[in-house]
């Protein structure tokens, strides 16, 4: 199994730990990863001009193309914009031969080939979840954890295709391979909040915490993400604050700790 | 025997349309006084079923040149005195392939002629503007037609009529005469609810019924010659175009496509009737507007429609009433001498259009008779707003509640986004003048339930609402969302498929589905509650404060 | 050349350089960048520094600041690593400079004490000479080429000062090859020398000197025959070696001037009788003192400002540091900028500078607005639309940190933005959803009326909100609320004090209605989570949050046309 | 680069109405690998209330106390009427596993006996239905006995009125008081939505403060009347809450769509096909639906998907609804069935469709406008044949019948669901039992 690796822009800077145990976990899972020279995802042109999102984004879908691979993103964020912008450039034949345009004027062509994958999707359909826990060696049995799907990943659903929108269960299912308890949490498909916090902090911050109230009550020790956006605003949200907080894990860093992979190499 | 109990007055006019407010007003502001007596409510015949369309005249140039002349010249003097009911659009004349070319011919000099300005417009330039013309447009010209609220029209008229004094009945229809000799001494009307009849006296009585004016002669002994022409439109649920587009050949079938605010209104059709009950569209006239009007908007084919109406249009001069004292072709004024009376006269026919000079024509008429020489001034006096009576302008609302609205101020209807504020200034005003509003009522004078939900959810939201203000008591809620959407049904059942009908079923999913409005008595039964004698509505404690 | 007038002009530049430098550097204390520095005094700033660099000095730190000294500062070990080629240009001009002002400009001082019998015009000081010369122009054409093979597309900064200054420098070196290539083959220079050492400048007397002079170090004299006899050229081989020779080689080893001679040798009557080694030495040493005097006020201060800043870094006890240090390493900054563009080619939003033909996106550009944010300069008016461009790039900017990380200056250009765009903010240029949401909808709505009556808005609906544009995308709607029954923004009204303005179902309403204008400032808009709840619940499939995306765009373009300067925020 | 294969179902079930979620369900019970497309629009509209059928003949009006004597009746009036041809022990199963599944996926109902209930509505008419949550049984009781009983609104929920209620029932039950009070937190704020008061619920503080609000006005208040808020997810939680609070029964009475209890059945339901491995498809359609001749199995086409989608499914369950759902759709001239044009049985023209009278007692004759099925629920051709031996039809775009007029929305879904299954089962040689 081989893929483009497409971090985006808040894991490198932001979020080291999540590459890290990205690579580290897909590594000994037998997943090769290639890294290109990829850009922004487009997602913040989406306020501000349709093709210069389609256009940004393309240009990575074409990188891909190039190289031949698929997509691999372990930032719900990034995957849901990319697959957006396949949605609107295979629907929209005006904007698809002005991105073609445009991606040529760099001397790059996107067929509409390369597919993008979010990290949980592959590992629960391309790894699949009997391997995880045949590979699971250190399981984290007993430990409650409250899984964050994450909205861009899970809708809409028709354009992301990741799970049922409405009652999604792989975050679960890959949360169990680990030996972990998955608890149900009413707002466990709430927005983080994070998409808000630049335009509205207050608001951001009433759903961040509404999310982690509702996590504790439903007795979650782990907030379990895979996303740098929520995983961060969940984080952000809870230094400093007088509120209980909880604990949180990157999935990719649950999944290494049950894998028997050292902690330090998870940037725990 | 008992005596019924009287009212004196100067004028009683009978009917309650655009001529018949118009002509309240004109009188009032002579400082005459009258009443005015509707059997149903404001506008609710011909004068509130049509396009709402201020004619330039140019429709009429080649038929009737007199009429065309009227209109040009009234047009102008309404842009003028009542400019907030109006929004001047402007309009096109347009032809497609197959139109007669002979009347595209001569259709400038025509216009010319009755000095209406037509300009030609290049049919690139004229499509570039209105991209929804077809493009098998073959010619184009622009005249100075406009839209213009008819209901707007007579509230405001009759609120500044009652504001000098004159008296509104609504809901009191015309049953006698009581004449003596050439004069008629009293009319007789049944009030609201049918109790005991009035009697009115009043000097002169004005009959100003519309289409109904044949009847009311009929009742005063001095029948008149009218034929009934039933005119049918529809309405779009998005607005089309910017301009009033009008096909450019003789006046025939869906003809006209009048930008109404935020809809579109297209039509009309024209059929003879004999009888004015129970006059409602049918699906083979919408069928019939659709076609043809598609041929010169073609998005009208496969446009999404919310509803239909159908008025009747009174036409004056059936073949043996050559009228010799009509005033014009395009109305008619009757006094009624050559029939023994001296204090009755008729008006009819004509067109929204012209409405303010019918008034003025029968109130010069009517001031003759009583010895008063004050001047019409309706043409120089504007025509005063009323906060009570501009939401019926679409797409008005909307910008009011965003201006204005507090904490408090919800939406009552979503689809045309009418605040409760709205509904409680109507409500509270037809109130002060001593009114039982009920919520038909509410929907002639705002947009309520005159959306794409047609009342699915609006009716609901009012009356929970008017409860709330202690304004409905015991199940009237029920009756008044019954007769509600019986009005509406009457108007959307010619136009249900496509989506209007997917928005039907919705309407009856949860009106019979879940409510059971139609078992609302037997459900009561099943559950054993059989009517109990009706108590009292009591007083509410609850929630004193107005919500 | 009289000592005088060159010493004058000599202190006169120094003089200059000094206080441009003092200048320049006290501005790292002035300058206010980012809210959080308004605060920072000067004084404290001065003093946070030199308590940083003494705590540095005297722990072992000094070490790591030594190091990187000579790795970073002298031989540009981040840029070797990003940027070979530049990196090599860099260090041509950088060694090339700096040995010609030891060996040739400084050799009274330096030169003639450390190399025992230094004379200029002796191997192998000639070749040397050359070659520096040589290393300098190498580099500056190295330069040149890459930086016009990265463009990329990408709009580059150019100031006229900086070119200026490069023309400066080019003249020091032309003039300068020049001068001594007319020396070479200048008669006069050799009757002067003649004169002054062997007492006489008669032609006849000299004439075997000039003749191996004509031969051997190519003085172009124009009256000598064409034959030059051998025993004449073996007498001047005689006489030069003991009038001469101690103080000249042979000039072919320079390997640039000489040729430059030969050429020149055609002119030289010419050139000599309008005492062109006179006046290109002027030139040549006007032209160095000038850029010396210059050197601080212009990009090439960096060669001062960018050392600095890798050595604070090195200094640094940790990655994060205090407010008063960043407030003076982001004034820092805007000086240590080498203008390398390394950050425009790694910025991940560089496509997006591109497609919307705004440069304002890149570092490079950010940097400079910063800096003229900083001054004011920006906000005076006639540069509303650059303000308005530079702010709108600045908040497109993701912080992805990626120009920091390859900064050869070891800039933290991440913390620069970041205080740059508190700095937009507050002076009234904020992100788009807090100017936009300055004004309430309908007042929006109404000054777009104005607009359009005026003149029409640039953005086709094609382009910019096909979906909002088009009746078919909303004719489905029943009204059923569900949207907004999802909407976990509307929710949150419940707990803040004012709810949103609209709810998505509205904002559809509006649209039907077609009152899209009344939509585009709206809370309901700009306040969307963007969590698609709506879009997935709708049972009649209208794509509520990504028209949602449409307005916002629309918004930004059509409200931004309206907007003035400094909304109220 | 993954050009993988279609994947491949035992059964596509296209819409996902209530009869959709049904017949997905039924599949997954039966153990049949399933595919289901299409959002969840009809049940959002839905009231939690299961109906079976309460009203027969539809044109005298009559209200039945027992569902199956109904069912009984219409056998007799119209055995062509889709109810009809299920076996009663059939339809008993089928709501007794549907709410047996609600149940389990966090929505419970009260249990199922021989006879209907009656319910108050939200305009204080009354409605006559099967399945109850138990969010709303207290209200059976209530309405039954009819005690001092005391209806809250909240000011802002503007499609609820208690007033309206009491006012509405005032001189039948005259015990029957009602108070509006503001809801925590929303003292500032116009409207409020149901489903926001429902989330809002489930946080004990706001829970609290509400409750407390709620005391005071009990007086002699047998049992306490709401919209229907309690509680989204946790429903059960926040009504056990409310009686505990306050000493006496609660009960919801459902709000106008889109309302909570819509929502609820709509996660209970989404979320027991997700648990049962059903793969759903939401915001998407079948653009086109091939089956292979020699009755190997059917390929669909998903459109609103990046790039589109292709499936294979052996069986096909057609459960797109009628006009609303997209199953049926209507020109000017005539209803067309949407997917693969079927004949639909109709009345001629569309002056005929529906009655001058809204409320007509005999209903609009489209509504019995529709798919005519063999025995096997099979849709039929021009010719009268099954289209495709394994495309069965299922639910409300069945002709033959009025359910809004009947009251037998969701019994229609559930029942004939439950029957194509068995067929479908049988056809695929997995247990028919279920």
């Given at each position: 199994m081989k893929y483009a690796l497409f971090l985006g822009c808040k894991i490198p800077s932001k979020l080291p730990a999540y590459e890290a145990s990205t690579r580290v976990v897909l590594g000994h899972l037998g997943v090769t990863l290639v890294d290109l020279d990829f850009n922004c995802c487009g997602y913040p042109a989406r306020n501000v001009s349709r093709d210069a999102f389609a256009v940004t984004a393309a240009r990575n879908l074409a990188l891909a193309e190039r190289a031949g691979l698929d997509v691999l993103t372990p930032c719900a964020c990034c995957f849901g914009t990319l697959r957006h912008a396949i949605r609107f450039i295979s629907e929209d034949a005006e904007l698809r031969s002005r991105v073609t345009q445009a991606l040529a004027a760099e001397g790059l062509a996107w067929s509409g080939h390369a597919g993008v994958e979010h990290l949980l999707t592959v590992l629960a359909r391309k790894v699949s979840v009997d391997a995880l826990a045949a590979a699971v060696r250190t399981p984290s049995t007993g430990l409650r954890v409250a899984a964050q799907y994450g909205c861009h990943a899970l809708r809409p659903s028709n354009v992301t295709r990741f799970d049922n929108p409405m009652a999604p269960t792989i975050f679960e299912t890959l949360i169990r391979a680990t030996g972990a308890t998955p608890v149900d949490w009413p707002r466990r498909l709430d927005c983080c909040g994070d998409p808000l916090h630049e335009a509205n902090a207050q608001l951001s911050g009433h759903m961040t915490r509404a999310k982690i109230a509702d996590a504790l009550k439903s007795g979650a020790e782990v907030l379990c993400t895979a996303c740098p956006h929520c995983h961060l605003r969940f984080d952000a949200a809870q230094t400093g604050s007088s509120d209980p907080t909880i604990r949180t894990l990157l999935y990719t860093q649950l999944l290494g700790l049950a894998l028997g992979l050292p902690a330090k190499s998870l940037g725990l | 025997m008992k005596f019924p109990i009287s009212i004196q007055t100067q004028v009683l006019i009978i009917g309650g349309g655009v001529t018949g407010t118009a002509l309240a007003r004109d009188l009032a502001l002579r400082g005459i006084d009258c009443v005015l007596v509707e059997k149903e409510d404001i506008n609710a015949g011909a004068s509130g079923r049509n396009h709402g369309l201020l004619h330039s005249g140019a429709r009429y140039v080649a038929g009737d040149r007199a009429a065309a002349m009227e209109c040009r010249s009234e047009g102008e003097i309404l842009k003028r005195v009542a400019a907030q009911t109006i929004q001047d659009t402007g309009g096109y004349f347009v032809a497609v392939q197959g139109d007669d070319e002979r009347y595209i011919a001569d259709f400038a000099s025509h216009c010319s002629r009755s000095g209406i300005t037509a300009r030609a417009v290049d049919i690139g330039a004229a499509r570039a503007l209105e991209p929804a013309l077809s493009e098998r447009a073959i010619a184009v010209f622009e005249v100075a037609d406009a839209s213009i609220d008819p209901f707007r029209l007579s509230l405001e008229s009759m609120a500044q009529a009652r504001s000098l004094g004159a008296r509104l009945m609504r809901r009191t229809g015309v049953v006698g005469f009581e004449r003596e000799g050439r004069l008629i001494r009293a009319v007789r009307v049944r009030p609201p609810g049918g109790g005991d009849e009035l009697r009115i006296e009043a000097a002169q009585v004005v009959n100003a019924a519309g289409a109904w004016a044949r009847e009311v002669a009929q009742l005063a002994g001095t029948p008149i010659a009218m034929t009934y022409s039933k005119g049918t439109l529809l309405v779009t649920h998005t607005r089309l175009a910017s301009r009033v587009v009008n096909r450019l050949r003789l006046p025939g079938n869906a003809d006209i496509m009048m930008p109404g605010g935020t809809v579109s209104i297209v039509g009309t059709t024209s059929t003879r009737v004999d009888a004015l009950d129970d006059v409602h569209p049918t699906a083979a006239e919408a069928d019939l507007i659709v076609e043809e009007a598609a041929r010169m908007l073609p998005a009208l084919a496969t446009m999404r429609y919310i509803r239909a109406y159908a008025g009747v249009r009174p036409l004056v001069g059936a073949p043996d009433a050559a009228d010799g004292r009509a005033v014009s072709r395009g109305f008619a004024l009757f006094d009624h001498e050559d029939q023994g009376l001296d204090n009755l006269a008729t008006i009819t026919g004509g067109k929204l259009t012209t409405c303010r000079l019918m008034a003025e024509r029968v109130a010069d008429l009517v001031c003759r008779r009583l010895g008063v020489s004050r001047p019409c001034i309706t043409a120089t006096t504007p025509l005063p707003v009323a906060p009570e009576c501009g939401w019926t302008e679409p797409g008005r609302s909307p910008r009011e509640w965003m201006r204005s609205h507090g904490p408090h101020d919800a939406l009552l209807c979503e689809c045309e986004m009418v605040p409760r504020s709205a509904v409680d200034t109507i409500y509270n005003a037809l109130r002060a003048a001593g009114d039982t509003p009920t919520l038909t009522d509410l929907g002639l004078r705002s947009r309520v339930g005159k959306g794409a939900c047609q009342g699915t959810f609006c009716a609901p939201r009012t009356v929970a609402h008017l409860y709330q203000r202690g304004d409905f008591q015991a199940r009237r809620g029920l009756a008044e969302i019954v007769d509600f959407f019986g009005e509406r049904w009457r108007g959307q059942r010619p136009v249900l498929w496509g989506e209007q009908l997917a928005q039907a079923e919705l309407m009856e999913a949860l009106h019979?589905?879940?409510?059971g409005e139609e078992l609302r008595d037997e459900e009561l039964q099943h559950a054993g509650m059989p009517d109990a004698p009706r108590a009292a509505p009591e007083p509410d404690p609850a929630d004193g404060k107005p919500s | 050349m009289s000592p005088a007038f060159f010493q004058s002009t000599l202190y006169a530049s120094l003089a200059l350089c000094a206080l441009g430098l003092l200048w320049r550097v006290s501005a790292w204390f002035r300058v206010h960048i980012g809210p959080d520095a308004r605060d920072v005094t000067f004084s404290r700033r001065v003093a946070a520094v030199f308590g940083g660099a003494a705590s540095a000095l005297f722990s072992l730190r000094v070490l790591r600041v030594l190091g990187t000294f000579v790795l970073d500062a002298l031989f540009l070990r981040r840029l070797f690593a990003n940027a070979k080629l530049r990196w090599l240009g860099h260090l041509l001009i950088v060694a090339g400079f700096t040995l010609l002002l030891l060996m040739h400009a400084l050799a009274a001082v330096v030169s003639a004490k450390l190399l025992p019998g230094y004379q200029p015009t002796l191997y192998p000081y000639l070749l040397l000479r050359n070659l520096f010369g040589a290393m300098v122009l190498a580099g500056v054409a190295l330069l040149l080429f890459g930086r016009w093979r990265q463009r990329r597309g990408l709009p580059q900064v150019r100031r006229p000062m900086d070119a200026a200054f490069v023309t400066l420098l080019a003249t020091v070196l032309v003039a300068g090859f020049l001068l001594e290539g007319h020396k070479i083959a200048s008669p006069r220079a050799f009757y002067r020398m003649a004169e002054q050492f062997?007492?006489?400048?008669d032609p006849a007397e000299l004439k075997p000197l000039r003749a191996f002079w004509a031969r051997e170090f190519g003085v172009a004299f124009g009256d000598l025959g064409e034959s030059i006899d051998s025993n004449a050229v073996e007498e001047g081989r005689a006489r030069h070696a003991d009038a001469c020779a101690s103080c000249h080689s042979k000039p072919a080893s320079a390997f640039i001037s000489y040729p430059l001679s030969r050429a020149l040798a055609q002119v030289t009557g010419i050139l000599d009788s309008g005492r062109a080694d006179i006046w290109l030495l002027y030139l040549h040493v006007l032209a160095c003192f000038l850029g010396l005097g210059l050197l601080p006020f212009t990009r090439f201060f960096h060669a001062v400002a960018a050392p600095v800043s890798l050595l604070a870094n090195a200094a640094a006890r940790n990655r994060t540091q205090s407010v008063t240090v960043r407030a003076s390493r982001r004034a820092l900054a805007l000086d240590a900028c080498?203008?390398?563009?390394i950050c425009d080619q790694q910025c991940s939003v560089a496509p997006l500078a591109r497609y919307l033909g705004n440069p304002g996106l890149l570092p490079s550009h950010k940097l400079i607005a910063t800096g003229e944010l900083a001054s004011g300069r920006i906000l005076q008016s006639g540069h509303e639309n650059d303000a308005l461009r530079a702010a709108d790039g600045a908040f497109l900017c993701t912080d992805c940190g990626r120009c920091t990380n390859y900064c050869p200056a070891g800039l933290d250009l991440e913390d620069l933005w970041i205080a740059a765009r508190g700095d937009f903010a507050a002076e009234g240029l904020p992100a788009p959803a807090q100017w936009v949401q300055a004004r309430p909808a309908l007042a929006w709505a109404e000054s777009m009326e104005v607009a359009l009556a005026q003149h029409g808005f640039s953005d086709p609906d094609a382009l910019f909100a096909p979906l909002s544009a088009d009746r078919r995308s909303f004719s489905r709607c029943v009204q059923c609320q569900t949207c907004t029954n999802v909407c976990p923004v509307v929710a949150q009204g419940m707990d803040t004090e004012h709810g949103v303005d609209l709810t998505p179902q509205k904002v559809m309403n509006l649209l039907r209605l077609g009152l899209r204008d009344l939509t585009l400032g709206s809370r309901m808009v700009w306040d969307c989570a963007t969590c698609y709840q709506c879009q997935e619940h709708c049972p009649e499939g209208v794509r509520v949050a990504d028209i949602m995306y449409e307005l916002r765009a629309l918004a930004v373009h059509r409200l931004g046309s309206v907007r003035g300067l400094r909304e109220p925020s | 680069m993954t050009d993988e294969p279609p994947d491949r179902f035992d059964v596509a079930v296209i819409g996902a109405g209530m009869a959709g979620m049904a017949a997905a369900l039924f599949a997954a019970e039966r153990g049949l690998s399933c595919i289901q497309v299409g959002n969840g629009g009809g049940i959002l509209f839905a009231s939690g209330l299961l109906d079976l059928l309460g009203v027969q003949p539809t044109a005298e009006r009559r209200l039945w106390r027992s569902p199956y004597e109904a069912l009984a009746a219409l056998a007799l009036d119209e055995p062509g009427h889709p109810l009809a041809r299920v076996e009663v022990p059939s339809i008993r199963a089928a709501f007794e596993t549907m709410v047996t599944c609600l149940g389990a996926a966090g929505l419970r109902y009260a249990p199922l006996g021989d006879s209907n209930r009656s319910v108050l509505t939200a305009i204080g008419t009354i409605k006559t239905t099967y399945g109850v949550p138990l969010s709303m049984v207290a209200g059976v009781e209530a309405l039954n006995v009819r005690p001092p009983c005391l209806l809250v609104d909240f000011r802002?929920?503007?499609?609820?009125?208690a007033r309206q209620i009491a006012a509405t029932l005032g001189d039948r039950w005259p015990g029957l008081r009602h108070r509006r009070i503001e809801f925590p937190g929303c003292e500032a704020l116009p409207e409020l939505y149901a489903a926001h008061l429902a989330r809002a619920l489930e946080i004990g503080e706001t829970r609290a403060r509400t409750i407390e609000r709620l005391k005071p006005l009990l007086?002699?208040?047998h049992a306490v009347g709401l919209p229907a808020v309690l509680g989204l997810a946790r429903v059960g939680e926040v009504h056990a809450a409310f009686e505990a609070g306050l000493g006496v029964p609660v009960f919801e009475i459902p709000t106008m769509p889109t309302s909570v209890p819509g929502l609820r059945l709509l996660a209970a339901l989404e979320s027991a096909v997700s648990a049962r491995g059903v793969i759903r498809r939401h915001q998407a359609t079948v653009r086109a639906l091939a089956f292979d001749r020699d009755e190997g199995a059917a390929t669909l086409d998903l459109e609103g998907v990046p790039g589109g989608e292709r499936v294979v499914a052996r069986a096909v369950v057609l459960a797109t609804g009628r006009f609303t759902g997209r199953g049926l759709t209507a020109d000017r001239g005539q209803v067309r069935e949407?997917?693969?044009?079927l004949p639909v049985r109709q009345p001629v023209s569309r002056e005929s469709w529906h009655q001058s009278d809204f409320l007509a007692s005999s209903g609009h004759a489209i509504n019995r406008a529709g798919l005519e099925t063999d025995g096997a629920w099979r849709p039929l051709d021009a010719s009268g044949k099954p289209v495709w031996p394994r495309l069965f039809a299922v639910g409300s775009i069945l002709a033959h019948q009025d359910w809004m007029r009947s009251k037998c929305g969701s019994g229609l879904a559930i029942a004939t669901a439950w029957a194509a299954l068995d067929q479908v089962a049988r056809q695929l040689g997995g247990n028919g039992a279920g």
């Open positions: - | 019979c589905g879940l409510f | 062997s007492g006489t400048s080498v203008r390398c563009g | 802002g929920l503007r499609e609820f009125s007086e002699d208040a949407s997917l693969l044009g």
